[in-house]
DNA sequence: CTGTTAGCGCCTTCAA
DNA sequence: TTGAAGGCGCTAACAG
C-alpha cells in the first residue's frame, strides 16, 4: 500500500502485471526482445493503466548519469543569449538530454553559486557563457572533470573547449567595409573591456587594421551599458572633434548599437546622414530604424547547437583534443554606414 | 574504494571525519546544534578538504522532492517569454528552486513530449505558457497531481491557476487613446485566434468597446506571423478602403507589431503620418523605429515572479482557492498614434 | 525467458 | 550526542 499515495513505481507495475520488477525494467529499457509476448502485453497494460512514468532521479542514481545538462548564462535578456539559448536547446532536443538554464545577470556572485548549484544536481555537463570568474570559481570549474564548454567568451589562462565567433574574420569584415565606405574617422566602441577576450579580440583586430591606413583617425573608448549621460558625452566629442570628416561608430555589441543608437536620438544626430554606424550581433529591429543599422549577423543558434554536440562528444569520450570551433560572420549592409 | 573515481560521497565523508554518515547527514541539515563541536570541525574539514557535495538527485528520491521547477515555453525567441523566464528565475533563486526549462516552439506535439518529460524528473510543479493542448497533454496534465500554474494563456475548460495580463483594462486602455486621438477606421490585427484566449479577449473588449461607436469604422483580420504577402494585402486593403479617414491598426502582440512595422515599409506607408500603429507588448526599439510606436507594456518580469511564487504556495499546500492573478498594462505613447 | 538480490547516495527512524 | 539499519525507485549482475 506505501505507493497508493503518491506517483505509481516500478514495482507498483510489476505487482500489476504480476511479474518481478526486473521485467519491466527490461521492458523500459529496450530489451523488450528478451520478453514474452504475453508478458509484454501485460506489462505494457499496467503501464498504460497506471500511467507510469519511470523516475529520472531513481534512474540517474543507478545509472550515474542524469541526462541534465547545465547552462550558465551571463545575461538571459540579451538577444544574443537567447538564440544561443534556443540552439542549444533543439540540440537538447535531438540528444536527449534536458536543460537546466541559470541566469547570472553578469553577476561572478551567482555565477559561483549557479555553478555548485549544477554540480549538486548533478548535469552531466555545463556549457557556460562566461561573466569572468574569479579564483574560487575557476578553480571549481577546473578541478571538476565535468565535462565544460565556453561559449562565446574565454576564461583567462584557462583550457578549455569552446565554441564562438570568428572575432578577426568578423572585425576585418566591418572595418574594411567602412574603410571603403570612405569612412575616415572610426570610434570603436565597448563596454568595459574588463578580461572579456571577445571584447579584447575585437578591439586588437580593429587596432591592427587600422593602423594600416595612417590617414584614418581612430579613437577607441569604453563605457557602461546604462550610463546615457556619459554615452552622450563620448559621442558628442568625438561628433565634434572630428568635423567636417566622415565619421563612423562601431559598436561591440547589439546591446550597445541599442544604447548608441538611442543616445544618436538623443543628440539630434541621425545614423546615416549624420555619422555612420554599425554593430556586432544582427537586431531584429536593424531595417526600421531610420536609414536601417549595419550590423554583423553571428550564426548565433548554430553556435549554441554546436556547443552542446562539443559537450555530448565529451560526455561520450569522443572528443580529445581541445576545440575551438569559431564561425564567420555576415555582413548585413544598411544605410548607416551606405548613406 | 569504491566512490575513488566519482565524486566524493556522504561515506566518504564520514570515514574522512571518522564518523557516521548520520552525523554529516545532519551537519547538512543544519542539526548543527546536536553536533559536539569537535565533531563538526572535522566534519567541515573533510567537507571541504574533498569539495564534497550532497547529491540532489538521492536528497530529491529519499526526501521526494527535487526543488525543480518545470517550465515550459510556447516561444523563447519571444521577447515577452524572456522577461517572463527571468522574472521565474529570479523568483526560483529566491526561493531555492531550479528551473528546467523547455521550449515548444509553438508545437503541441513538443508541449506533450516535454510535458511527459518534465513529469518524469520528477519536478514538483509546472509553469505552462501554453500553446493549447489537445485532449492528450490535457488529460495528463488534469490526471496529475502536480502544481501547475498557466502564464499568460489559458487552455480551454481547463480550471488551473493563471497569472497573466488584464487584458479587458489592457485593451480598453489601447482603444480609448485610439479613439481620444480621433482615430476613426481601427484595424484589430492579430495572428490566427485559435483557442488562445488572451486574443480572444483583446479582441472581444475591442468589438465590445467600439460597438458604442457607430462613426468608427472597425475591422479585424487574423494573419500568420511569417506571411508577409497576406501581411502586405491585409494592410493595403485597409489603407485604400478607407482613404480619407484617420486610420489606425491594433496589433495584438510585440511579434506581429514587428512584421506590420516591416509590412508597411514595404508598401512605403509610414507609422504616424500614414497611418497609426499601436501594439500589446512593448519593444525595446519602439522609440527608434521613425516617429516611435506607441505600446502597452506589460508587468511581463512580475508576472513571471508572480507564477513562482503561485506554484511554491502550492507546493507547500498555502494556496487553496483557484488564483486568477491579472496585471494590469501601462499605456506607452509615441508618435504613431499622436504625429 | 524470468525473478531475486544488492546496491546507487541520501535521510530518518530507532536505539544506544 | 552519536551510530546502525532500512528504504526511496531503479538497474544490473546472478541465478534459475
Redo the contacts with the bound molecule.
Keep these: 500500500m506505501?505507493?497508493q499515495a503518491?506517483?505509481p513505481?516500478?514495482?507498483d507495475v510489476a505487482k500489476a502485471a504480476?511479474?518481478?520488477?526486473?521485467?519491466?525494467?527490461?521492458y523500459?529499457?529496450g530489451e523488450q526482445?528478451?520478453?514474452?509476448p504475453?508478458?509484454?502485453e501485460r506489462i505494457e497494460h499496467s503501464i498504460r493503466q497506471l500511467d507510469y512514468?519511470?523516475?529520472q532521479m531513481?534512474?540517474g542514481?543507478?545509472?550515474?548519469r542524469t541526462r541534465l545538462i547545465g547552462l550558465i548564462i551571463a545575461d538571459i535578456t540579451n538577444p544574443y543569449s537567447i538564440e544561443v539559448l534556443s540552439g542549444i536547446e533543439a540540440a537538447c532536443r535531438d540528444k536527449g538530454f534536458t536543460l537546466l538554464v541559470c541566469n547570472t545577470h553578469n553577476e561572478v556572485a551567482q555565477e559561483e553559486h549557479y555553478l555548485n548549484l549544477l554540480h549538486s544536481y548533478p548535469v552531466e555537463g555545463i556549457i557556460v557563457n562566461a561573466v569572468g570568474m574569479r579564483e574560487e570559481g575557476l578553480s571549481r570549474l577546473q578541478q571538476s572533470t565535468l565535462p565544460r564548454v565556453l561559449v562565446d567568451r574565454k576564461i583567462a589562462d584557462f583550457p578549455c573547449d569552446m565554441v564562438g565567433l570568428d572575432n578577426q574574420q568578423a572585425t576585418t569584415l566591418a572595418t574594411q567595409h567602412l574603410i571603403d565606405q570612405g569612412f575616415n574617422a572610426l570610434l570603436f566602441l565597448s563596454e568595459p573591456l574588463g578580461k572579456i577576450n571577445t571584447r579584447r579580440e575585437r578591439l586588437d583586430t580593429f587596432n591592427t587594421l587600422i593602423a594600416r591606413h595612417p590617414q584614418i583617425v581612430a579613437a577607441q573608448a569604453e563605457c557602461p551599458l546604462h550610463d546615457g549621460q556619459q554615452l552622450d558625452n563620448l559621442l558628442q566629442n568625438f561628433y565634434s572633434e572630428n568635423a567636417g570628416k566622415r565619421q563612423a561608430i562601431m559598436s561591440v555589441n547589439g546591446a550597445l548599437t541599442l544604447q548608441i543608437a538611442r543616445s544618436l536620438r538623443r543628440l539630434n544626430l541621425q545614423w546615416g546622414p549624420d555619422i555612420g554606424l554599425l554593430g556586432f550581433d544582427e537586431l531584429e529591429w536593424a531595417e526600421l530604424a531610420g536609414v536601417g543599422i549595419s550590423t554583423l549577423k553571428q550564426p548565433t543558434w548554430q553556435i549554441g547547437y554546436s556547443a552542446l554536440e562539443q559537450i555530448v562528444s565529451r560526455i561520450e569520450g569522443t572528443a580529445t583534443t581541445l576545440c575551438d570551433r569559431r564561425f564567420s560572420a555576415e555582413l548585413m549592409v544598411r544605410g548607416s554606414t551606405t548613406y
Design positions: 506505501k505507493s503518491g506517483r513505481t516500478i514495482s504480476n511479474t518481478g520488477k526486473t521485467s519491466i525494467s527490461r523500459l529499457n526482445h528478451l520478453l514474452s504475453a508478458l509484454r512514468r519511470p523516475n531513481a534512474r542514481l543507478k545509472r550515474g
